[in-house]
């Protein structure tokens, strides 16, 4: 696994060994610290999370439900980021959310590209370009590369397992900054 994502990681980048020579001004052009996109009512961005919570209630057969992170769309073509937390080096991810975005994947790719993501981070500030956090694309999850885990490979006993478990060493360490770019290239790609 992370020799494949190494390489995948590293023609997303166009690794060059030249850069390690410079001063570390040069070897990066930062972006704004200025976040593109901010709630600008946050009371009514609540409320519109706290009306969507009534929508299931006790006594329906329906429960649970999940969302999609991020998902962009650019001349037909789509990037799709999930943000899940780490607790002890592992994230979960509900089994009927990993079908259905394995399901989104294929579809989407049938007709268009697709790529998707699974981001794992530990308590994060986005705007540190320095900072990291953990992914893979669901390429990797298909073929195998990820173990699809339902059950703790450590011994944890978390009860009944409805969910997959992903292990930090499975996952390819990056920066925000490489994160950023990343996205960016898919954008550039689908122009």
Known sequence: MANETSDLIDTFYEKDESNKNKPISQQFLRKSPKAKYQIFDESEFTRGREVLGNLIVHGMVSSGG??????????????????????????????GQMIAYEKLHEKLNLATKCYLYIIGCDEINFSNPDATVWLFEMNHWKTGAV??????????????QNKFIVYREYMEEITVEKLRDLVDSHWKEFD
């Open 66 to 95: 999940t969302d999609i992170d991020w998902m962009i769309e650019h001349n037909g073509g789509f990037v799709i980021l999930e943000f899940k937390g780490f607790h002890n080096d592992k994230i979960n991810i509900p089994l």
């Open 147 to 160: 173990p699809k885990n339902t059950n703790d490979i450590y011994g944890e006993d978390s009860g009944r």
